[in-house]
């Protein structure tokens, strides 16, 4: 997150929102967000909002996600909301939303995504 330029701006539990300021770090060759910067704030966003309703002892690790791409922005900021579908024993679901915030303050919605995660042992 810190090499982004990603920021917390809330953990609640079962959710959790980040933002991304736009940069020459996390833009394509046209000048847009780059996707791979978009769906790691969204897997982060959705890991940390796991985190939130894992058991004590242990951190998470993605098992999969599916992200799909609504819209290319540039500029502004990137806004991402992970919430808990499903919080299981062995696995936890969630869902990501990320807006795209431009200069004037308007919002879109540039990408969703749906991810699994597992809680793991905290081994450190």
Do not use: W
């Amino acid at each position: 997150m810190r090499h982004l330029g990603a920021e917390l701006l809330r953990v609640v539990p079962g959710e959790c929102v980040l933002t991304l300021p736009y940069s020459d770090k996390v833009t394509q060759q046209q000048g847009a967000f780059h996707g791979g910067v978009i769906g790691a704030l969204a897997d982060i966003a959705g890991g940390y909002a796991a985190l939130t309703m894992a058991p004590d002892g242990t951190e998470v690790v993605s098992v999969e996600y599916k992200i799909n791409f609504l819209a290319p922005c540039q500029g502004g900021e990137l806004c991402a909301t992970g919430r808990v579908v499903r919080a299981g024993k062995k696995i936890i679901v969630t869902s990501v939303e990320v807006m795209h915030v431009a200069d004037d303050g308007s919002e879109s919605l540039c990408a969703v995504l749906q991810q699994t995660v597992m809680p793991v042992p905290k081994n450190y």
